[in-house]
């Protein structure tokens, strides 16, 4: 190869390697420009119900009444618990949101939080009446739903996957439970569940590990595969 293609070869490469680290800066100023923009409206939202706006509070409860829903329905697996406990978290939101400070972090999280730590009040307060029901019952429940009900193949098994993993989760303690819904449930990061539980990144990743080894356990013990 001749000196000159070399040359030609290099410049070519060095070409490629500044688009690409010119495409990921763009790539990056772009998400960070879309989280600033979420953080501003978020703050925003917070000021307007501050201000006693009763629209920014209707649109504060729309806007993420299904992620607490779901976080206390992962961490107690009983409906009516957690519809209950969805409308305790906002009625705390309601009445502690200035407390919320925008420089500390994000809005989600500071809700996260919130529904966590009324999530573990609860679970103290009830841990004596509370009995876990066996994973045999809830086969036995999705048994005589399947005689009762027809459903596509493919349906029934994902229902059915679901329904165990969610009976699973009430297995782990309560420490490991919350880091698996935090992670794999409502896809949170690690720094963002960290400042949730209040722990440092490598203790949530050590119970996110340890919670999805217990789950992987237990539903093996009932021959679940997902």
Known sequence: MSAAAVAQLSLSSKTSLSSKAIGA???????????????????????????GEQGAWEELVKAHTRRVHSICYRFTGR??????????????????????????????VWLTRLTRNLLVDHYRRTKHERVTDAIEDKLAVLEEKTSQHSRTEGLLAGREAGELIQAALQKLSPELRE?????????????????????PEGTVKSRLNRGRAELARVLRRNKVTV
């Open 79 to 108: 409906e009516n618990e957690a519809q209950d406990l969805t409308q305790e978290v906002f009625l705390r939101v309601f009445r502690t949101l200035g407390s919320f400070r925008s420089g500390e972090g994000s809005f989600l």
């Open 25 to 51: 800066a763009w790539n990056w100023a772009q998400v960070a420009a879309g989280t600033a923009q979420r953080l501003d409206s978020e703050t925003t939202l917070v000021e307007r119900c501050l201000s």
């Open 179 to 199: 880091a698996v819904i935090l992670r794999d449930i409502q896809e949170l990061e690690y720094r963002e569940i960290a400042r949730v539980l209040e722990v």
